[in-house]
Each structure stands twice: as C-alpha cells, then as structure tokens.
Nanobody, 119 residues
Framework: QVQLVESGGGLVQPGGSLRLSCAASGRTFSTYAMGWFRQAPGKEREFVARISWTGINTYYADSVKGRFTISRDNAKNTVYLQMASLKPEETAGYYC????????????WGQGTQVTVSS
C-alpha cells in the first residue's frame, strides 16, 4: 500500500517557478511509476508528467515540455515536479499518483496541492 502526500503548492506570478513534492509512505515506492496530474475548476483532469519506476524514462504533456521536470529520489520516497515559466492557465490542483511498474493504471492518489498563477 502506498500513501501519497503532495506539498509545495502556492501562489506564484506568471513566468515564475515552483517545485512540488510528493512524499510516499511504504517500502515499495521504488516499484511504482509516478505521475503528476492537474485539474482546474470545471475542467477534466489532465496528465502532466510521468517518471518510470526505474527513474530512467520520463514523459511529459506537450504543453509542459521544456518547462517542467519530473524527478524522483527513491532514498527519500519522494517524487518532484519542477515547474518553470508558469502561466495563469496552469492554475489548478496538482496531484501525484502511483502506478505499479509499467502499468498505466494509477491506483494510488494524493490529496493534491493547489497552484495559483496570478499577478
């Protein structure tokens, strides 16, 4: 069982940067691929980024490529999302999720952290 807790959200100006963290409980974190998703009010949840359970492969939504970086530290049971050049339309709740090994079925979700991009 994996429990996920996000942190690092907040208010940032357009063009600014923010780093989100997702801390996982349990001894099996290293066997899970980790993803970040976001959901704005009135909109569907959308995929942002994914990192493989090995940490070797990363995947990004086209809208964030070149600006966001996902990484993981298995020794700390933590996955990160470094966000740069943030845009107001990226205001949303950001959620991390875990999928066992190569599965695309995210079975564990965090409670989310709010990111607001506004001047």
């Amino acid at each position: 069982q994996v429990q996920l807790v996000e942190s690092g959200g907040g208010l940032v100006q357009p063009g600014g940067s923010l780093r989100l963290s997702c801390a996982a409980s349990g001894r099996t974190f290293s066997t899970y691929a980790m993803g970040w998703f976001r959901q704005a009010p009135g909109k569907e949840r959308e995929f942002v980024a994914r990192i493989s359970w090995t940490g070797i492969n990363t995947y990004y939504a086209d809208s964030v490529k070149g600006r966001f970086t996902i990484s993981r530290d298995n020794a700390k049971n933590t996955v990160y999302l470094q966000m740069a050049s943030l845009k107001p339309e990226e205001t949303a709740g950001y959620y991390c999720a875990a999928a066992l090994r190569n599965s695309r079925d995210y079975t564990h979700w965090g409670q989310g952290t709010q990111v607001t991009v506004s001047s």
